[in-house]
């Protein structure tokens, strides 16, 4: 029932910055636990950012704290992630998921969209 589209990926060049969108239907953002992760070139996916029912409820990988934020426009039903001071290491596929509970597996998942840091 809920499904999940990213977009805003592309290239960029070192330093600079980037906002992700992730588009939800089926049910609102704000009912669901919403999180990014990523996947760089022949690496695991990785967990990037997650934000809860309250907005002000984030977490952070060490690799983009301070770098990126989470957030949502629950009007527009989205969630975004902004990435600043691009690096090379930031290059991966990056994906939007949902789970409908804080704990455990999450359950929905976009397309992804690529990210590429050129030096």
């Known amino acids: 029932q809920v499904q999940l589209v990213e977009s805003g990926g592309g290239l960029v060049q070192a330093g600079g910055s980037l906002r992700l969108s992730c588009a939800a239907s089926?049910?609102?953002?704000?009912?669901?636990?919403m999180a990014w992760f990523r996947q760089p070139p022949g690496k695991e996916r990785e967990f990037v950012a997650t934000i809860g029912w309250s907005a002000g409820n984030t977490m952070y990988a060490d690799s983009v704290k301070g770098r990126f934020t989470i957030s949502r426009d629950n009007a527009k039903n989205t969630v975004y992630l902004q990435m600043n001071s691009l690096n090379s290491e930031d290059t991966a596929v990056y994906y939007c998921?949902?789970?409908?509970?804080?704990?455990?597996?999450?359950?929905?998942w976009g397309q992804g969209t690529q990210v590429t840091v050129s030096p």
């Open positions: 998921a949902a789970r409908r509970t804080a704990r455990g597996l999450y359950e929905y």
């Open positions: 089926g049910r609102t953002v704000s009912s669901l636990n």
